[in-house]
């Protein structure tokens, strides 16, 4: 493994470590499932004045994106979105609901594990052990149910536009960052990424969202992640749900510590990914 003489690397091993260990925090802490239903941000932006924008691309192959929260997050949503508007930004939904089948999917998707990857290698500097993926792994996509809030429909990937000109507001990099950017706080990035990182992260904590602070774009509610990092020690009111999308009923998923991803699946995921990874450096 190489010292940690290069600061960039050195920073990206804190970060995920830590994000490892926020992780296992949230598999520990209690839930009490609350039951509340699932409703549209969709139809709840089409039935509002406000301006928001919903991403086009499919989160796995043939798989469109759900973009759903729990019913009473709904308000907190539209003005987040309204006092952006009144900066002259308008929100992008990215991501909302996820079900266990594209969580387990979104991680082992080519562009994601190769990206992985690839980070390993570089913070590693060989061949990463397979432990070390599965750590990454569960830092940045969520391993377990119980520890992955676009499961418990309580949170949103975000990216923001300026409504004068289109272009999207300059946060460093653009939505999906995986690198020694990828924290909120990033000292890698320029001042102007950073205070619009921070200011977008005022008006969405005005309205009751929470940033998680290893990922610039997530952003949730009422789940374990709110509990924790506003330190309550309240049980999480939003836990890992099955939806029935026509009526917004749920149900909790049977087993919310159950891994998503065997170490078997993530073994030959990697074996996969570095014959891509090979094959294109000598394409």
Known sequence: MKPDNDPHRAYWTQQMDE??????????????????PLASLEKAVMESDTK?????????PGVKRQFYLRKNLIPSFLDSARELNSKGWILIVEDGYRTTTMQKELSLLPQVFDAVIERCFWEYGDLPPVDLVRRRLAALTAAHPKNGTHMSASAIDISVRS????????RG????????????ESPFIENVALENRLAIRQVLERNGFLAYPYEFWHFNQ????????????????????????????????????????????????MNNALQRIEKKQHS
């Open 19 to 36: 994000a490892y260990d926020f992780m296992m925090r949230a598999l520990e802490h209690p839930v009490a499932e609350c039951g509340e």
């Open 52 to 60: 928001v924008l919903f991403s086009q691309s499919d989160i796995v």
């Open 163 to 170: 409504i004068a000109t289109g272009k999207e507001i300059d």
């Open 173 to 184: 990099r653009p939505y999906l960052e995986m690198s020694e950017l990828t924290p909120m």
């Open 222 to 269: 009422g789940d374990v992640y709110d509990e924790i990092l506003n330190r309550t020690g309240a049980s999480a009111r939003y836990g890992a749900v099955h939806c029935d999308l026509e009526t917004g009923k749920v149900t909790p998923v049977d087993d919310p510590m159950e891994t998503l991803n065997s170490n078997a699946e993530i073994e030959q995921a």
